[in-house]
């Protein structure tokens, strides 16, 4: 499976912007896929995931209310809407899918995606 990410970009605080994780292969629905995020100087961290048909998610109690998961098996696509941006979800955005394991432990991903940058100034 390989992951191409897109949709980042600056914006203003209180903006919104959709990413984007194009997969391909046959077997995209297969996997659950989940979105981290590394700030500079900072760990990668847990952002949000979704089960293979999209009837779970969940995400960091940080974007909660503000962000949300989906995705278009028939596309092969995931996405990742946020709203009410706020600078400090400044950060390059990942994907990435996994077959098993837990959806929060980044060593449980097997593929990702080469990220998206979203700077959000103030």
């Known amino acids: 499976v390989q992951l191409q990410a897109s949709g980042g970009g600056l914006v203003q605080a209180g903006d919104s912007l959709r990413l984007s994780c194009a997969a391909s292969?046959?077997?995209?629905?297969?996997?659950?896929m989940g979105w981290f995020r590394q700030a500079p100087g900072k760990e990668r961290e847990f952002v949000s995931a979704i089960n293979w048909s999209g009837s779970i998610t969940n995400y960091v109690d940080s974007v909660k209310g503000r962000f949300t998961i989906s995705r278009d098996n028939a596309k092969n696509t995931v996405y990742l809407q946020m709203n009410s941006l706020k600078p400090e979800d400044t950060a390059v955005y990942y994907c990435a899918a996994r077959r098993g394991g837990s959806y929060r432990s980044i060593s449980d991903y097997d593929y990702w995606g080469q990220g998206t940058l979203v700077t959000v100034s103030s």
């Open positions: 292969g046959r077997t995209f629905s297969t996997y659950g």
